[in-house]
């Protein structure tokens, strides 16, 4: 069955390191994105990526470093200037619309990070 | 980028009850996405509005969308313990529809 796939599920880092979230499809989508969700909030957009070897900024990048070299994979590295980088994490695919067009967004089950 | 509220924040509400949960904002929706959401798990889609005026029911949920497109409302009907949990709207920022934002969340619980 396709889907999207995230790893690990929880994360512990403790304050200074990096620390790589993983996220892969078989959708064969085009479109990658990365949210972070806080406790009793919405999503809110980390990066996201159109196409292999392009991405963009979301509304909240900093401390946050993404790659794009395959089609299936966006990999979310949090970086130590992340100050509080406890939250969970949604990854997720869409096909790229062109002017207008509906999309089919899939998400991922998360991974939760926890600075120790 | 594109914002939305959700209202209200938080619902309890008694099982076999009706609910609605709205979602505004104050420029055009291009695409309009209901999802819900397990405390610690992913988002599940529920639907898409994209015409002003549409409307689309699955089970006992209904959604509608304005016809000026800038509020969307989600109904439940005879609410039960398993339509408890995070209901976010999600709404495309610009009509190449390049990403998704979301609404803070309306929290539902349903006591039996």
């Known amino acids: 069955d396709g889907g999207i796939t995230q790893s690990p599920k929880y994360l512990f880092r403790k304050e200074g390191q990096n620390v790589t979230l993983s996220c892969e499809q078989n959708l064969n989508h085009d479109a990658m994105y990365w949210y972070r969700q806080d406790p009793g909030q919405g999503l809110r957009l980390i990066y996201y990526?159109?196409?292999?070897?392009?991405?963009q900024k979301g509304d909240i990048a900093e401390g946050y470093s993404v790659s794009r070299e395959k089609k299936e994979s966006f990999p979310l590295t949090v970086t130590s200037a992340q100050k509080n980088p406890t939250a969970f994490y949604l990854c997720a695919s869409s096909i790229r619309g062109w002017g207008g067009q509906p999309r089919s967004y899939t998400f991922g089950s998360g991974t939760r990070l926890t600075v120790v | 980028s594109q914002e939305l509220e959700q209202s209200p924040q938080s619902l309890i509400v008694q099982e076999g009850k009706n609910l609605t949960i709205n979602c505004t904002s104050s420029k055009t929706l291009y695409g309009l996405y209901w999802y819900k959401q397990k405390y610690g798990e992913g988002l599940i889609f529920l639907m898409m509005l994209q015409k002003g005026g549409e409307e689309k029911s699955h089970e006992k949920i209904t959604a509608k969308l304005d016809e000026k497109k800038q509020q969307s409302s989600l109904h439940i009907t005879a609410s039960q313990p398993s339509h408890a949990g995070i209901y976010l709207c999600?709404?495309?920022?610009?009509?190449?529809?390049?990403?998704?934002?979301f609404g803070g969340g309306t929290r539902l619980m349903v006591k039996p």
């Open positions: 990526s159109q196409i292999v070897n392009d991405f």
């Open positions: 999600g709404a495309h920022g610009d009509n190449a529809g390049n990403m998704l934002t």
